[in-house]
Structure formats: structure tokens, C-alpha cells
């Protein structure tokens, strides 16, 4: 479930609300133990997601890097290479029948 939050700061173009709202949502799903929260606590998962999203928000905005912004699309790549590496198949792992 969480590893859907991503590093939201120190991005060009800097992250979205949407964004920030995501990884607030991933991140009270992971807390809480539950993808989808009972009509009971329905107002508390709410309440929480928009709690978390104004803290993320003020963080953001608070933080300070000499860094240069990391640009979405090397950083996109990058995962996708890691992804391949980590999950290739080996001749190992081939099945013969």
C-alpha cells in the first residue's frame, strides 16, 4: 500500500495538491489498516486525510535545498530501470515443460 507515497519535495514542476492529497490518502490507508474505511469511520478517515494533506502542504512549503530540483521525467526513468532490474527473469526462473 505505501509504496505509492513518493518524495514530493524538491521537484520541477513542484508537486500538486493532487499529489500531496495521494500520499496523504496512501499514507491514512497504511495507518489506519484499511483501503476503505467502514461508514462509521468514514468521517474520521476523511477528517485524517485532510489533516495530514495541510501538514504535508506546510512542510513542503517550509523546506529549504541548495540541491538542484530533480526533473519528474529522469527521476520516472530511473524507477522504471530499478523496476526492471529488481523483477527480471532469470534463465533460472524460466519453466521448462
Request: proline share 3%; hydrophobic share 35%; with cysteine.
Amino acid at each position: 500500500m505505501c509504496r505509492n507515497i513518493k518524495t514530493l519535495f524538491n521537484y520541477e514542476p513542484p508537486a500538486t495538491n493532487d499529489e500531496v492529497r495521494a500520499s496523504a490518502i496512501q499514507f491514512v490507508r497504511k495507518t489506519s489498516g484499511s483501503t476503505k474505511p467502514s461508514k462509521i469511520n468514514q468521517v474520521a478517515f476523511d477528517r485524517a486525510v485532510e489533516d495530514v494533506t495541510a501538514v504535508v502542504t506546510t512542510l513542503l512549503e517550509s523546506l529549504v535545498t541548495t540541491a538542484a530540483a530533480r526533473g519528474r521525467e529522469t527521476e520516472a526513468a530511473r524507477a522504471r530501470e530499478r523496476s526492471a532490474r529488481r523483477f527480471a527473469r532469470t534463465s533460472s526462473d524460466d519453466v521448462s515443460a
